[in-house]
Protein backbone atom coordinates (compact mmCIF):
# COMPACT_ATOMS: atom_id res chain seq x y z
CA UNK A 1 0.00 0.00 0.00
CA UNK A 2 1.42 3.35 -0.95
CA UNK A 3 1.10 6.53 0.80
CA UNK A 4 0.91 9.90 -0.19
CA UNK A 5 1.22 13.35 1.49
CA UNK A 6 -1.48 14.95 3.61
CA UNK A 7 -2.73 18.39 3.94
CA UNK A 8 -5.69 18.21 5.81
CA UNK A 9 -5.43 18.79 9.79
CA UNK A 10 -6.94 16.19 12.48
CA UNK A 11 -7.84 16.51 15.98
CA UNK A 12 -5.61 14.81 18.11
CA UNK A 13 -7.82 12.22 19.61
CA UNK A 14 -6.38 12.14 23.47
CA UNK A 15 -7.95 15.70 23.88
CA UNK A 16 -9.82 16.15 20.97
CA UNK A 17 -11.93 18.33 20.79
CA UNK A 18 -9.68 21.07 22.89
CA UNK A 19 -6.71 20.78 20.92
CA UNK A 20 -5.32 20.17 17.47
CA UNK A 21 -3.16 18.11 16.25
CA UNK A 22 -0.86 19.25 13.33
CA UNK A 23 -2.27 17.53 10.23
CA UNK A 24 -0.70 13.92 9.42
CA UNK A 25 2.24 14.22 6.74
CA UNK A 26 0.91 11.08 4.84
CA UNK A 27 -2.56 9.41 3.87
CA UNK A 28 -3.11 6.41 2.44
CA UNK A 29 -4.32 5.70 -1.03
CA UNK A 30 -7.96 5.35 0.45
CA UNK A 31 -7.81 9.30 2.03
CA UNK A 32 -6.48 8.08 6.00
CA UNK A 33 -4.27 8.98 7.94
CA UNK A 34 -1.35 6.97 8.68
CA UNK A 35 0.14 6.82 12.39
CA UNK A 36 3.55 5.00 11.49
CA UNK A 37 5.25 1.55 10.35
CA UNK A 38 4.60 -1.39 12.61
CA UNK A 39 7.76 -4.00 12.13
CA UNK A 40 7.00 -7.28 13.22
CA UNK A 41 10.31 -9.11 15.26
CA UNK A 42 10.43 -12.76 16.17
CA UNK A 43 12.40 -12.89 19.03
CA UNK A 44 14.32 -10.47 21.87
CA UNK A 45 17.79 -10.40 20.44
CA UNK A 46 16.16 -9.63 17.31
CA UNK A 47 14.19 -6.92 18.81
CA UNK A 48 16.97 -5.19 20.36
CA UNK A 49 19.28 -5.08 17.81
CA UNK A 50 16.76 -3.62 15.96
CA UNK A 51 16.37 -1.02 17.71
CA UNK A 52 20.13 -0.33 18.23
CA UNK A 53 19.76 0.50 14.92
CA UNK A 54 16.50 2.12 13.99
CA UNK A 55 18.37 4.72 17.85
CA UNK A 56 21.56 5.08 15.07
CA UNK A 57 19.70 5.92 12.29
CA UNK A 58 18.32 9.29 13.95
CA UNK A 59 14.66 8.09 14.22
CA UNK A 60 13.24 10.17 17.35
CA UNK A 61 8.99 9.30 17.58
CA UNK A 62 9.39 5.34 17.97
CA UNK A 63 8.71 2.68 20.31
CA UNK A 64 9.14 -0.97 21.10
CA UNK A 65 6.28 -3.28 21.92
CA UNK A 66 7.39 -6.56 23.54
CA UNK A 67 5.15 -9.53 26.22
CA UNK A 68 7.77 -8.50 28.79
CA UNK A 69 10.36 -6.16 29.63
CA UNK A 70 13.16 -6.43 27.82
CA UNK A 71 16.38 -5.70 30.21
CA UNK A 72 18.53 -2.82 28.88
CA UNK A 73 16.02 -1.82 26.24
CA UNK A 74 15.94 2.16 27.31
CA UNK A 75 19.94 2.27 26.34
CA UNK A 76 19.36 0.44 23.41
CA UNK A 77 16.92 3.01 22.23
CA UNK A 78 18.75 6.14 23.59
CA UNK A 79 16.61 7.18 26.54
CA UNK A 80 17.36 9.95 28.23
CA UNK A 81 16.86 9.87 31.95
CA UNK A 82 12.50 11.36 32.53
CA UNK A 83 12.03 15.23 33.52
CA UNK A 84 9.74 14.25 36.26
CA UNK A 85 11.73 13.77 38.79
CA UNK A 86 12.71 17.52 38.66
CA UNK A 87 9.43 18.20 38.02
CA UNK A 88 8.33 15.92 41.03
CA UNK A 89 11.44 18.06 43.22
CA UNK A 90 10.55 22.15 42.16
CA UNK A 91 6.52 21.21 43.22
CA UNK A 92 7.84 19.58 46.41
CA UNK A 93 9.78 22.79 47.00
CA UNK A 94 7.66 25.05 46.13
CA UNK A 95 4.40 23.59 48.17
CA UNK A 96 7.17 23.29 51.04
CA UNK A 97 7.79 27.10 50.77
CA UNK A 98 3.88 28.26 50.57
CA UNK A 99 3.51 26.72 53.03
CA UNK A 100 6.15 28.07 55.36
CA UNK A 101 4.94 31.97 53.83
CA UNK A 102 1.52 31.03 54.35
CA UNK A 103 2.24 30.29 57.73
CA UNK A 104 4.39 32.93 58.29
CA UNK A 105 2.17 35.91 57.22
CA UNK A 106 -0.49 34.16 59.16
CA UNK A 107 1.25 33.84 63.01
CA UNK A 108 3.72 36.86 62.00
CA UNK A 109 2.18 39.65 60.69
CA UNK A 110 -1.37 39.54 60.01
CA UNK A 111 -2.78 37.63 63.30
CA UNK A 112 0.09 37.93 65.73
CA UNK A 113 -0.25 35.04 68.80
CA UNK A 114 2.16 34.49 71.46
CA UNK A 115 2.76 30.64 71.64
CA UNK A 116 4.92 29.27 74.57
CA UNK A 117 6.66 31.99 75.03
CA UNK A 118 8.43 32.03 71.41
CA UNK A 119 9.17 35.03 68.77
CA UNK A 120 5.74 35.36 67.01
CA UNK A 121 7.45 33.65 63.35
CA UNK A 122 9.14 30.88 65.42
CA UNK A 123 9.58 28.17 62.39
CA UNK A 124 9.18 24.98 65.00
CA UNK A 125 5.71 25.17 64.81
CA UNK A 126 5.65 25.26 61.07
CA UNK A 127 7.67 21.92 60.47
CA UNK A 128 4.15 20.04 59.74
CA UNK A 129 2.22 22.27 57.63
CA UNK A 130 5.66 22.83 55.54
CA UNK A 131 5.71 18.91 55.33
CA UNK A 132 1.92 18.70 54.36
CA UNK A 133 2.00 20.84 51.37
CA UNK A 134 5.44 19.74 50.46
CA UNK A 135 3.93 16.42 49.80
CA UNK A 136 0.63 17.42 48.25
CA UNK A 137 2.32 19.58 45.64
CA UNK A 138 5.08 16.93 44.85
CA UNK A 139 2.02 13.74 44.34
CA UNK A 140 -0.01 16.12 42.53
CA UNK A 141 3.36 17.40 39.85
CA UNK A 142 3.87 13.48 39.73
CA UNK A 143 0.27 12.36 38.74
CA UNK A 144 0.18 15.51 36.46
CA UNK A 145 3.37 15.62 34.94
CA UNK A 146 3.66 11.50 33.93
CA UNK A 147 0.11 11.89 32.53
CA UNK A 148 1.56 15.00 30.02
CA UNK A 149 4.55 13.39 29.65
CA UNK A 150 2.62 10.21 28.53
CA UNK A 151 0.27 12.06 26.32
CA UNK A 152 -2.80 10.56 28.37
CA UNK A 153 -5.56 10.38 28.87
CA UNK A 154 -6.05 9.11 25.53
CA UNK A 155 -8.65 6.98 25.03
CA UNK A 156 -8.07 5.06 21.34
CA UNK A 157 -4.74 4.26 20.10
CA UNK A 158 -4.18 3.58 16.30
CA UNK A 159 -2.34 0.69 16.95
CA UNK A 160 -5.03 -1.02 18.93
CA UNK A 161 -7.25 -1.77 15.27
CA UNK A 162 -4.10 -3.95 14.04
CA UNK A 163 -5.07 -7.50 15.29
CA UNK A 164 -1.27 -8.26 14.91
CA UNK A 165 -0.50 -5.77 17.68
CA UNK A 166 -2.75 -7.24 20.26
CA UNK A 167 -0.54 -10.13 19.97
CA UNK A 168 2.37 -8.48 21.79
CA UNK A 169 0.77 -9.18 24.87
CA UNK A 170 1.84 -12.57 24.20
CA UNK A 171 4.28 -13.82 22.27
CA UNK A 172 5.21 -10.94 19.59
CA UNK A 173 8.02 -7.92 19.48
CA UNK A 174 7.18 -5.05 17.00
CA UNK A 175 8.68 -1.83 16.85
CA UNK A 176 6.52 0.90 15.60
CA UNK A 177 8.07 4.18 13.89
CA UNK A 178 5.45 7.28 13.70
CA UNK A 179 5.18 9.45 10.07
CA UNK A 180 5.51 12.61 12.77
CA UNK A 181 9.17 11.29 13.26
CA UNK A 182 11.18 13.96 10.72
CA UNK A 183 13.55 10.98 10.15
CA UNK A 184 10.39 9.01 8.53
CA UNK A 185 10.47 8.32 4.97
CA UNK A 186 8.02 5.31 3.80
CA UNK A 187 10.92 3.48 1.47
CA UNK A 188 13.57 4.26 3.69
CA UNK A 189 11.65 3.22 7.01
CA UNK A 190 10.72 0.04 5.39
CA UNK A 191 14.10 -0.47 3.83
CA UNK A 192 16.04 -0.09 7.28
CA UNK A 193 13.17 -2.36 8.97
CA UNK A 194 14.01 -4.91 6.81
CA UNK A 195 17.31 -4.73 7.43
CA UNK A 196 17.25 -4.98 11.44
CA UNK A 197 15.25 -8.49 10.67
CA UNK A 198 11.59 -7.50 10.50
CA UNK A 199 9.82 -10.62 9.24
CA UNK A 200 6.40 -8.49 8.18
CA UNK A 201 5.86 -4.55 8.00
CA UNK A 202 2.72 -2.67 7.88
CA UNK A 203 0.87 0.88 8.04
CA UNK A 204 -0.71 1.43 11.12
CA UNK A 205 -3.98 3.98 9.85
CA UNK A 206 -5.20 6.43 12.16
CA UNK A 207 -8.82 7.28 12.21
CA UNK A 208 -10.48 10.40 12.16
Known amino acids: ?6 SIGKALSAYAPFIKAPPPRFRTEEGKGVYGMLAEFPDTPTVYHAAEIVRDAGYARWDVYAPFPIHGIDEAMGHKR ?19 LMQFWISGVDYQMMKQGKPFAAWEAFVPIIFELG ?40 ICVETDDPAFDPDATR ?14 EDDE
Do not use: C
Request: no cysteine; proline share 5%.
Open 1 to 6: MSILPA
Open 82 to 100: TKLPMMVAAGGFTGAGLGY
Open 135 to 174: VLFAAFTALLGMLALNGLPRWHHPLMSKRSFLKTSDDRFM
Open 191 to 204: ELLEKAGATSIELV
